[in-house]
């Protein structure tokens, strides 16, 4: 059975007030569309939690909809700092969120765990570090084996994981290619699972190319269809990354005025990511990306 619905609708069944989300991606794919809804439906009390939260966890945080920020590296980047996390964090503006930060294999290490249905993974990290000091949640173990002490992070398993992909199929068999992150351990962590396509295809497309499958339609719940959908991210072989707004990010965060005008605009000054995509204009054709195919693989037997 098809699991295609609107951006709307999977939001809207898929996040609630308080959960735990994840939007993963590693420098691409990374669902502004998807965060874009969840402002717009005002959803509050979140957990938000992602290796390194970047522009789309910083107009969560600056929309009022996070109450705490699970993450190994804050920033915008190459541009500077979240300053609306700054605000939440140092000012309580618009209110005040907690924090849990971990290292970057912490982070890794918490969602292999949740999607191995581990409750806690060990790791020879955070010697010499400060974070264990101030988050109790690392903690330490000694190995049954050979006795070493090694630190050790609890299971992550969200409420629900948002993951792009380029292409997927109805029942959420996804495609992904270029860099990777953590999409397919976020998505075995996670209850639910919300994939976002860049298109949709027959599931013989994805048939034909098994390797490139990095999720399931086993895990899945919803599948939406939306191009452009990590804009001003970017979507490996469909559009680049919008350097001059992750720029210009900087003077908008940086002023409240800015950022709320920024939200009435660009996010609830729109339906949709369509009207967002329409609004852009020439910016859509300028972004878009060229041709460079890789060489065909023989799967015959």
């Known amino acids: 059975m098809s699991k295609l619905m609107t951006m709307k609708q999977a939001i809207r069944r898929f996040v609630q007030d308080g959960d735990t989300i994840v939007i993963e991606g590693f420098t691409h794919l990374i669902c502004f569309a998807a965060g874009h809804e969840i402002i717009r439906q005002r ?4 957990t938000v939690c992602r290796l390194t939260p970047d522009l789309i966890y910083d107009q969560l945080i600056g929309a009022g909809c ?8 804050a920033g915008n980047p190459g541009a500077g700092p979240l300053h609306a996390l700054r605000r939440a964090v140092e000012h309580d503006i618009p209110h005040s969120i907690e924090l849990e930060e971990y290292s970057h294999f912490g982070m890794v290490a918490r969602l292999t765990a949740g999607a191995a249905k581990l409750p806690f993974y060990p790791l020879r990290d ?3 570090s400060d974070l264990p000091r ?16 090694l630190a050790a992070v609890p299971a992550l398993n969200p409420d629900t994981a948002i993951i792009h992909v380029q292409r997927a199929d109805e029942n959420g068999n996804a495609h992904v290619w270029g860099l990777l992150g953590v999409q397919k351990e976020a998505a075995f962590a996670s209850r639910q699972v919300i994939i976002v396509a860049e298109e949709i295809v027959p599931e013989s497309v994805i048939r034909a190319d098994p390797n490139r499958t990095l999720i399931p339609g086993l895990v899945v719940d919803a599948v939406v269809r939306e191009p452009f959908g990590c804009h001003p991210s970017y979507a490996q072989g469909y559009y680049d990354r919008d350097n001059d707004f992750y720029v210009r990010w900087r003077e908008i965060s940086q002023d409240p005025g800015k950022f709320n005008s920024y939200l009435d ?12 995509v329409a609004r852009m204009g020439a910016a859509c054709e300028r972004l878009k990306a060229g041709d460079q195919y890789c060489e065909p693989v023989n799967y015959g037997y």
Do not use: H
């Open 43 to 46: 959803r509050r009390e979140l």
């Open 66 to 73: 996070v109450r705490r920020l699970i993450f190994s590296w």
């Open 126 to 128: 955070y010697r010499g």
């Open 134 to 149: 101030v988050n109790p949640r690392i903690k330490t173990v000694t190995c049954p084996f050979t006795g070493e002490e």
């Open 265 to 276: 605009e660009w996010v609830y000054g729109v339906r949709d990511r369509a009207e967002y």
